[in-house]
């Protein structure tokens, strides 16, 4: 069964300065990889996805993520923080010729600090 | 836009009490979910339908049931609510045949005392 970490809980970063959010996923062919941010008070919102081709993707809000295969890793990352990214970020896996349902990690919560 | 309603942001209910949590997409998607948000548990899949009347059961469904009857609108239930489904809920919409993203609505947070 496909299963994602997001090994850290909460991250600091001051504003202005880059981010990187780990994820690592367990799965044995090609993964389907998203990312999602929720706002406090909302509902989650797509960032970026991976199904296939160039392994770094490029999403709303400045975000980028590189898919790689080696490390099982699916890193989400944006080059200067801005106070309004200060969310909980969510990476998910969804598996190939399966159901398609993904399986998120349990989060990371984004302080930024001004 | 792409739009996913669920009626109630915030719910406080009794013991026992049976309650509804109503989702409405107005997206045409096939596939609909309902997910249970905790904090540092993620979000767990409660039940999912692929189709009107068609439902599957997810990770934790033990106290859930649900409903669709129309293609728009997936229900949620919970029989007799516990002091342990105190929790936010998420519903979800997405379309058929792929690994394609969810649809989030802004979440229902449920309070059972």
């Known amino acids: 069964a496909q299963s994602v970490t997001q090994p850290d809980i909460h991250i600091t970063v001051s504003e202005g300065a880059s981010l990187e959010l780990r994820c690592n996923y367990s799965?044995?062919?090609?993964?389907?990889l998203f990312w999602y941010v929720q706002s406090p008070g909302q509902g989650l919102q797509l960032l970026l996805k991976y199904f296939s081709g160039d392994t770094l993707v490029q999403g709303i809000k400045g975000f980028e993520a590189e898919f790689k295969r080696s490390q099982s890793s699916f890193n989400l990352r944006k080059p200067s923080v801005h106070w309004s990214d200060a969310a909980e970020y969510f990476c998910a896996v969804g598996e190939s010729g399966g159901s398609y349902i993904p399986t998120f990690g349990r989060g990371t919560s984004l302080i930024v600090h001004p | 836009d792409v739009k996913v309603t669920q009626s109630s942001r915030y719910l406080v209910k009794r013991t026992g009490e049976k309650v509804f949590l109503e989702c409405v997409q107005d997206m045409d998607h096939e596939n609909m979910f309902w997910y249970r948000q905790d904090p540092g548990l993620g979000l767990r899949l409660i039940y999912f339908s692929y189709d009107v009347k068609m439902k599957e059961k997810g990770d934790i469904p033990e106290g859930y049931s649900v409903s669709r009857e129309k293609k728009e609108r997936f229900s949620l239930i919970l029989e007799s609510a516990s002091t342990n489904q105190t929790s936010m809920y998420l519903c979800?919409?997405?379309?058929?045949?792929?690994?394609?993203?969810?649809?989030f609505g802004n979440g229902t947070r449920l309070t059972v005392t």
């Open positions: 979800a919409s997405s379309s058929p045949g792929g690994p394609w993203a969810l649809h």
């Open positions: 799965y044995g062919a090609t993964p389907y």
